[in-house]
């Protein structure tokens, strides 16, 4: 069954008055004829919302009954009543009012010995306690002139019954009896109830997870220590309505009332033709309004009424612009009152008090709360108010910033002027932030001969990088000398193309594996195809070698990388190998590219020694073993060969052993805001990376933050991001801040300065 949402639930909580007169304060003057100093009555007592404990006929407070707040009234004049003196309202001994703003209201009134009240408002009284307010009479009848309407009421058939100890959920809805035995607990969801009648046992419980409307047709009968009322403190007694058609005992047979035992009631009860009683020690928080009441000895009465105009409405309207990208809905949204999750653009009924409305934060929209609530979502309701709050989701801009980095070594000389960095095919700045909207973006840069180019940090392999609202990414370029670099997308020439293969369902011949491919190739897609496998289902095991020769100008430590590809295959194992010079410096085997893969795969770099300058030989080699069906092939996509460092003959003396190179040298920077800088670490040949620590000069009361972060690590050097965050409290000006990079536990170290000018 579907549960009934809060704020409807709340409306149909709300019970029917008749209309008031609108000229109040002269009716009061009019009807009341009010002898004292006051123009008019400290509390209204026209108002059933204003009542803790109301009689259509009369009532019975007994001895030591306490009534925290709110005020005790009797509806009209009954003669022939079997009260004391024939009172409405009868008042025990030792009993008190404790809120200076309650009243007592009534055609006869009896108070007792040592009972305390506030104000009091009668035609007859015989006090033998203290009235601490005002005294005001006659009193014109009926007290009150608009009362709650009691609504229509079918039961169903059905019974429910919780034995002891037990727990059981109930659904709202239409049912007979309802049972808790001892120690047992029925929850109820939240809703509309209708039944015949409800009892408990000693200490059950009957909780409401939301507010709730029961329509109890004939009565209700609490035994000793149970408890009614809401499961969470995000509810009140306001929030639960029970009506009674005849009469309801609560805490019935207590006869305790220092064991702890005694009933506890959280709800507002009314039974207009019934007689209502509180035995013994009951604490009872809400308004109980009956034909009859009888609060027996020792009980507690605290005000929170559902009834009358004690509540108004409050409201909250999500507004959502996405003219940034963003693609929020009022799915996405959870909106809160104090905590409670409410409906967008319902009305909230709740009682007069302070409230702060709040949301779950939505990641990449800053928000904004507005109309009757003040800018952190706080609000007080009056009773009667009907306030709107906004809560405005706006989304943020993403930011996507470039960053080049640059591999000199080994003779390159490009330039961050030599390179063009774009978004989409729009040039931007490196190292500056983008402002953009959410979306996918392709960073590109121009071609640059000579040079391998990889991506990292936010973007993929290819460029493209995702950004959502609020986001702030990073693409880091990274460009590498290369003396050898083949790309496959340019004119080639030089290379050799040798092929041996066995198969077993017939071999092509090379001149059909050359003509597939039109060797020597032009261009992407079919240079460095390895081959072409052409029809049937079997195992095949082929090779394919590329040859070519280039020339090194400087000995030492070289870099050898390359990527494979295998675009058309589904479910093959590829291995790649690169030799140099004859010697295998490169191998991977047993890539498995699934079905219908596009991206490349990198196989594992390798750093060989060139001991001589002068030209060598570089040989690719693709193997392949496939289960195939259909034509297949395989390749390579580009190969890399570019200088890490050059020979030492020699241990350096007295260190240090390592060189330092910060990609960027200045930046510009907007308050607030950060930059990052890559910064490269390279040891000479001969010596692994030893461990570094990196400290910054000069940053001492600038306001200025520097953190280190690694984004790599090879045995021949350390790559990390310097971070630089500028907050608004940095001056404006230019700083020069060293950068130090010293091996750990040594004093042998490195210093760079980097120039960063704040606007």
Known sequence: ?????????????MPSFQTLNQNFPEQIADNFQIKNAYAQPPVDIQQIGNYAVFGLNNMVLETNVTVVNGSAGAQNSISNMGLPGNAEINIGGNSRFLDTTSAIAGDSIIIGTGTTVQHVFYNEIKNSGTILGTQNHPLQLPLVQSLPSFPHSTPGTTSINVAAGASQTLQP???????????????????????????????????????SQMVVQNKIDWDKGTFVGPSTSSMHAHDIIIFVGNNGTINDNATDTSSGKNAVVKVNIYAPNGHLT??????????????????????????????????????????????????????????????????????????AGNYIVSEVAVPGYASTISGDCAANGS????????????ITNDDIKPILTVIKKIDNFGGGTLTISGVTLQIN???????????????????????????????????????????????????????????????????????????????????????????????????????????????????????????????????????????IGAPSCS?????????????????????????GSTSDIALKSAVINITSAGT?????????????????ASYFDNISIHQTSSPVTSTPVGGPYFNVTLDQQAANVTRPSSVTVPLDVNWYQGWSSQPVSISFGNLTNTHIG??????????????FNVIFNVPTTVSVGNYTIPITVYETGTDDAITTPFNLQVK
Not at 1 to 13: G, Q, R, T
Not at 280 to 294: D, M, R, S, W
Not at 493 to 505: A, E, M, N, V
Request: charged share 15%; hydrophobic share 35%.
């Open 706 to 719: 520097a953190t280190v972060n690694s984004i790599g690590n090879t045995t021949s050097y350390q790559e």
């Open 571 to 595: 479910g093959c194992i590829i291995s790649g190998r690169v030799d140099v010079d004859h010697n295998a410096v490169l191998e991977q085997g047993g890539i498995s590219f699934p079905g």
């Open 278 to 351: 509180m035995e013994k020690g009951t604490t009872a928080t809400g308004a109980f309004i009956a034909k009859t009441l009888n609060i027996k000895q020792d009980s507690m009465i605290t005000f929170d009424s559902a009834f009358g105009i004690t509540k108004g409405t409050l409201t909250i309207i999500k507004k959502i612009i996405n003219n940034d990208g963003g693609t929020l809905t009022l799915d996405g949204v959870t909106l809160k009152i104090n905590g409670t999750t409410v409906t967008n653009g319902t009305a909230n009924s709740k009682a």
């Open 425 to 563: 095919g729009t040039t931007v700045t490196n190292g500056t932030a983008n402002v953009l909207s959410a979306g996918k973006y392709t960073v590109s840069e121009n071609s640059i001969p000579d040079y391998s180019s990889t991506f990292s940090d936010d973007c993929q392999q290819d460029g493209t990088v995702t950004l959502n609202s609020g986001d702030v990414k990073t693409c880091i370029i990274t460009n590498i000398f290369s003396i050898f670099f083949e790309n496959f997308d340019s004119t080639l020439s030089g290379w050799d193309l040798y092929s041996s293969f066995t198969t077993c369902c017939g071999s092509p011949t090379l001149d059909q594996v050359t003509s597939a491919f039109g060797f020597p190739p032009p261009s992407l897609p079919y240079w460095g195809k390895a081959h072409v496998l052409v029809g049937g289902t079997c195992l095949f095991n082929n090779f394919v070698d590329f040859k070519k020769s280039f020339t090194v100008s400087t000995p030492g430590n070289y870099n050898v990388s390359a990527t």
């Open 1 to 13: 069954m579907k549960i009934l949402s809060l704020a409807f639930v709340a409306i149909l909580l």
């Open 616 to 632: 060598h030989a570089i040989d690719l080699r693709m193997d392949t073993t496939e289960m195939c069906s259909g034509d297949f």
């Open 173 to 211: 809805g239409r049912y007979s009896t309802i049972s808790v035995g001892v120690g047992g607990t029925l929850e109820l969801t939240g809703g509309i109830y209708n039944v015949t009648s409800i009892s408990t046992l000693k200490d059950a419980k009957l909780i409401f997870d939301q507010p």
């Open 379 to 390: 609000v007080t309701l009056a009773a009667g108010d009907n306030k709107i709050c906004t």
